[in-house]
C-alpha cells in the first residue's frame, strides 16, 4: 500500500464517522494527507481550511467540533509541529470533545535515530488522547481501525499515520463510497427525584437543555452558567453566585449537579456542604468524576412533581432586586465597566446567535450581568471550559461560527491577554473562509482577574504588576493592520451599544477600554449589595 492509499483510508474512515470540516496545517510529510483532504474538499464531502499555525489550527477544530457536535480533524506534518497540538487535545479531552489530531509522521524504523523532524510521536498526548499509530503495512485493517477509535464522538483521537515515500501521489485514492454515519443511542431512563426538599439545579458547562426542563418541572431555582446551554426560560437566577451567601443559600437542602460547573466558588462551598444532599447527573470529559461528595449519581434525572412554588419566588423576587440594584451601581460608574460589557454583549445576540466568551473575568461578567434568554430561541453560548485556559479562544469562536453556517449573528467575547495569546488566529490567508464574527475585547492593559483574587490584596501591590498584573501597552489597532482586520476602539456603553448593532460583517475587532486599578473594589461594591 502507498502513502496516498493509507491517507485516502484515513479520510474516508473519518468522512464515516460524520467529519464535515478539517484544517489542514501545510508540511512535507503529510502531503499524501493534504491530497485525499483536497479531493475529498472537492467531493463536496467535507470543508477544508487551511492555517499556518499548528496551535491555532487545532483550536479552529476544537470550535468547529464544539459547534457542530460532529468530529472535526487538525492534520499537521511530523515533529514540533504535531506538539503543538497538545492544548487543544487537553481541553477536548476534559470538556469530552470528538476532536481529530492527525499527525504524519516518518516510518517507525527511522524512530531512535537522528533523522530530520523525527520524534516519539506514539503517545504524544498522553492520556488525553487515544493513539492510533498507523503504517502502510495495516492495510485495509487501518480504516477500520480508526472507524473503531472514532466510535461514541465524546473524547479526542490521536491518528500518526507513518507516511513513506513518494509523497506527492500518482494516483490518488477517492473513494466513492465516502459517507458521514451518525450513531443513534438509546436515551436512558431518568431516576425520579420526589419533591420535598429545597432543590436547586446547578447547570454548569455544555449542561444542556435537561437541565432547565428538570429546573422547571420541579419548580427548582436554576444556578446556571452562561455556557451552560439551560440559561434561558423562567427559573435562572441570574445572580445566584451572591445569593448563595445569603439565607436563601443557607436553606438549600438538595443541589442536583449537571454539566461542568467550574466558574464560581460560592457554587463550591455550596456542594461541599455537609448538610447538603448532592444528586450528580452523570457528563462527559476525561475525568467525570466529581470533585466533591456525591449522594447519588444517575444518567438522567427527573422531577417526581411541581414543588410548592414558594421556593422559586423567593429566589426569583431576591434576584430581580439584587439585579436592579446591580445595575444602577454599573450605570452610575463614571465611564465604560467590564459589566457595561458584559450587559451590552449578552443584549446583542439575537435568537439563533452565537456567543463564544473567553476564560478569566468575561466569562465570570458575563454570569452576572447575562439576563436569560428567551426559551426556544437557540441562542448557542460556548466557552473552552474543559481546563478553563485563554489559549486558542479566537481560533475555537472562528472555529465554531464556520461550523455553524445558520447563525444570525456570532460575537466573541474575550479580554486582552486572550486576544494577545491567539493573534495568530487572524493570520488567515486570502482564499480561506472568513465568517461574520464581531471580537469585543476587553482591554484593561493586563490581567486585572487577579485583582479579584488573593494575589490583588493591598499587601501584595507592590508586587502585584510584575507577577500577576502584567501590563503590556500593546496598540491593538495596529496589530489588527497588520493582519487587515478591522478595529474600532469605544469607551463608553452607548458607544458599544451602537457598534454592536451595526456589524460591518467578516471578522471586526470592538476594543472597549476600561479601568483596571478599580477593579478589585468596584466587586467589593458590587459583592456588598447582597449584604
Not at 464535515?20 to 494527507?33: F, Q, T
Not at 430561541?377 to 481546563?387: E, P, Y
Not at 508586587?463 to 487587515?484: E, N, Q, W
Amino acid at each position: 500500500m502507498s502513502a496516498a492509499e493509507l491517507a485516502g483510508l484515513v479520510v474516508s474512515a473519518l468522512l464515516d464517522a460524520g467529519l464535515e470540516h478539517a484544517v489542514l496545517c501545510p508540511g512535507s510529510r503529510n502531503a499524501p494527507l493534504a491530497f485525499a483532504l483536497r479531493d475529498a474538499a472537492a467531493s463536496e464531502l467535507l470543508t477544508l481550511h487551511t492555517r499556518l499555525d499548528e496551535r491555532t489550527g487545532a483550536f479552529l477544530a476544537l470550535g468547529m467540533a464544539k459547534s457542530s457536535g460532529r468530529p472535526a480533524a487538525v492534520v499537521t506534518t511530523s515533529g514540533t509541529a504535531a506538539a503543538n497540538l497538545l492544548p487543544a487535545v487537553l481541553e477536548a479531552a476534559h470538556a469530552g470533545v470528538p476532536l481529530v489530531a492527525v499527525t504524519a509522521d516518518r516510518p517507525a524504523s527511522l524512530r531512535g535515530t537522528g533523522a530530520n523532524q523525527t520524534t516519539d510521536q506514539v503517545g504524544l498526548f498522553g492520556a488525553a488522547a487515544r493513539c492510533l499509530d498507523l503504517s502502510v503495512d495495516l492495510g485495509e485493517g487501518a480504516a477500520a481501525a480508526v472507524r473503531d477509535a472514532l466510535r461514541g464522538h465524546d473524547q479526542p483521537v490521536h491518528l500518526n499515520v507513518q507516511l513513506v515515500e513518494p509523497l506527492v501521489p500518482v494516483d490518488r485514492y477517492v473513494g466513492a463510497d465516502w459517507t458521514m454515519s451518525g450513531e443513534h443511542t438509546r436515551q436512558p431512563q431518568p431516576a425520579v427525584l420526589p419533591s420535598g426538599p429545597r432543590t436547586v439545579v446547578v447547570a454548569g458547562d455544555d449542561a444542556g437543555p435537561r437541565a432547565r426542563l428538570l429546573a422547571e418541572a420541579g419548580n427548582w431555582p436554576l444556578l446556571a452558567e452562561p455556557s451552560s446551554g439551560s440559561r434561558n426560560g423562567s427559573n435562572p437566577i441570574r445572580t445566584y453566585r451572591l445569593l448563595l451567601g445569603t439565607d436563601l443559600g443557607a436553606r438549600i437542602e438538595r443541589v442536583v449537579v449537571c454539566g461542568h460547573p467550574t466558574l464560581s466558588r460560592p457554587v463550591t462551598r455550596l456542594l461541599a456542604r455537609d448538610d447538603v444532599e448532592i444528586v450528580s447527573v452523570r457528563t462527559r470529559g476525561r475525568w467525570p468524576v466529581r470533585p466533591h461528595r456525591v449522594d447519588a449519581e444517575h444518567d438522567a434525572v427527573s422531577a417526581g412533581g411541581a414543588d410548592d412554588p414558594s421556593w422559586l419566588e423567593e429566589w426569583r423576587s431576591a434576584d430581580r432586586a439584587l439585579g436592579d440594584r446591580i445595575d444602577a451601581l454599573v450605570r452610575a460608574e463614571p465611564g465604560l465597566t467590564p459589566y457595561d460589557v458584559a450587559a451590552a454583549v449578552n443584549a446583542a445576540i439575537p435568537a439563533d446567535g452565537l456567543l463564544y466568551v473567553g476564560a478569566s473575568n468575561p466569562v465570570r461578567d458575563l454570569d452576572l450581568m447575562a439576563l436569560p434568554y428567551g426559551a426556544g430561541q437557540h441562542h448557542k453560548v460556548i466557552a473552552n471550559r474543559g481546563l478553563a485556559g485563554i489559549d486558542g479562544t479566537l481560533s475555537s469562536a472562528i472555529g465554531a461560527v464556520l461550523a455553524r453556517p445558520r447563525t444570525t449573528r456570532a460575537i466573541a467575547y474575550v479580554g486582552d491577554v486572550t486576544f494577545l495569546h491567539d493573534m495568530t488566529a487572524l493570520v488567515i490567508g486570502p482564499e480561506e473562509r472568513r465568517p461574520d464574527l464581531t471580537v469585543v475585547v476587553v482591554n484593561d492593559d493586563g490581567g486585572s482577574i487577579f485583582a479579584t483574587l488573593e494575589q490583588g490584596a493591598p499587601e501584595h501591590a507592590a508586587s502585584y504588576d510584575k507577577l500577576f498584573g502584567t501590563p503590556h501597552g500593546v496598540d491593538l489597532a495596529s496589530l489588527c493592520a497588520a493582519t487587515r482586520t478591522p478595529h474600532l476602539r469605544v469607551g463608553s456603553r452607548a458607544e458599544l451599544e451602537h457598534v454592536l448593532a451595526s456589524p460591518n460583517g467578516g471578522i471586526e475587532v470592538v476594543e472597549a477600554v476600561v479601568r483596571r486599578d478599580n477593579r478589585r473594589e468596584l466587586d467589593a461594591r458590587i459583592r456588598a449589595l447582597a449584604e
